[in-house]
């Protein structure tokens, strides 16, 4: 079965860089959009940034001209660039894909999640 294995979370100052890597694994087919979202306590899961499968991208306003979201279809593995960090950062990071296994139907997949801690 798809397996999405996350890295690259950890704690970080104000103002530091973090990148976020998620690989998929298994029977792939083909990989549509990924996104990653983050959720902070308290809050709701909240998009971050979007990426499909052409390389179109969508950011949350709070992230614009700080994070990058990209993609290596050859590696089935999307990125996330995150400069200038702020404490408002902190949250558990999510990777989400819409994945295809074989013949079957198109499905989301969830990373196990990463923290990300901001200290100011």
């Known amino acids: 079965q798809v397996q999405l294995v996350e890295s690259g979370g950890g704690l970080v100052q104000a103002g530091g860089s973090l990148r976020l890597s998620c690989a998929a694994s298994g029977s792939i087919s083909s990989i549509n959009t990924m996104t990653w979202y983050r959720q902070a306590p308290g809050n709701q899961r909240d998009v971050v940034a979007i990426?499909?499968?052409?390389?179109?991208?969508t950011y949350a306003d709070s992230v614009k001209g700080r994070f990058t979201i990209s993609r290596d279809n050859a590696k089935n593995t999307v990125y996330l660039q995150m400069n200038s960090l702020k404490p408002e950062d902190t949250a558990v990071y999510y990777c989400n894909a819409l994945i295809r296994v074989g013949v079957s139907p198109f499905r989301l997949y969830w990373g196990q999640g990463t923290q990300v801690t901001v200290s100011s």
């Open positions: 990426i499909t499968s052409g390389g179109t991208t």
